[in-house]
């Protein structure tokens, strides 16, 4: 737990995806709000699949959001690229993975160019726009290799703008069926379908999100909690065990050297207390 805990790791916030690279000493069940994409960096990592309690060893994996599953990574670095369950990015990679064992993706031919980008980002310590563009080239696939791209229901597009405009407004669901003229019912279904999780869970993972950006800016987490939309401590701490695996003071503790990259300057956690 000390080499972890010692261990430099590295967070990127873009619009477009989350990236975290480095130790990653979760085991506990969680269920994300977005889609994981994860590779090994020095060797393979375990996924078990709550559902079925199944275990599948391989270098990479792709999670849908709203897969209840346990990270066991033997020690090993891991990439942890979060994507939006809508994002384009998400289904070009479904197309170049190998398999599909119960709800996850498993193995595809780039893992190893993929990990070695993920290295170089982390030991380098790339500047946004740099980690951005190796891992536009590295890691996900051009539209020749996979250029299918699924249409999603423009309505459930505007339901994510609409969250993503203010995640601190709780708007019914009865209020968002009206904003896109349908039923709550079909609102709710077609959400989950196309998502993965329920709207609820997405506006809680992108309250998440939008707490992380408040702490490049100086803020203190609860102050980045609150203003994210979190009615209080333990609402946030709820969400963040459930979708992390961790309590937000074990993450401080886990990542005294991690580095947070937004938009402007990079900033440690320490300069973040």
């Known amino acids: ?147 299918k791209r699924v249409e999603v229901d423009v309505r459930i597009i505007d339901v994510i703008n609409i969250i993503k405009n203010d995640p601190t407004v709780n708007l019914s669901i009865k209020t968002l069926a009206k904003r896109v003229n349908v039923s709550e019912v079909t609102l709710q279904r077609l959400f989950k379908a196309t998502t993965g999780v329920s709207i609820r869970r997405f506006r809680l993972w992108h309250r998440l999100f939008v707490t992380a950006i408040k702490l490049t800016h100086g803020c203190s987490i609860t102050e980045a909690a609150v203003s994210a939309g979190f009615s209080d401590a333990p609402h946030f701490n709820h969400a963040v065990k459930s979708m992390l695996g961790m309590t937000p003071s074990s993450i401080i503790q886990l990542t005294q050297n991690m580095t947070i990259v937004s938009g402007g300057k990079p900033l440690t956690v320490n300069e973040l207390r």
């Open 1 to 147: 737990m000390t080499l972890l805990m010692e261990a430099r790791s590295i967070l990127y916030l873009w619009e477009r995806c989350s990236l975290y690279i480095g130790a990653y000493p979760v085991s506990s069940p969680i269920t994300q709000g977005s889609v994981s994409f994860l590779v090994g960096i020095d060797g393979p990592i375990t996924i078990e699949q709550s559902c079925t309690e199944k275990r599948v060893c391989a270098n990479s994996f792709l999670i849908p959001a709203g897969v209840t599953f346990a990270i066991d990574c033997h020690g090993n670095r891991l990439a942890n690229c979060y994507l939006d369950p809508c994002s384009e990015d998400f289904f070009r990679l479904k197309q170049i993975m190998d398999e599909h064992v119960e709800s996850i993706f498993v193995g595809n031919s780039k893992e190893f160019l993929q990990a070695a980008a993920f290295e170089k980002i982390l030991c380098q310590s790339l500047s946004y726009r740099e980690a951005e563009h190796l891992l536009e080239f590295a890691a996900f696939p051009t539209r020749i290799q996979a250029p």
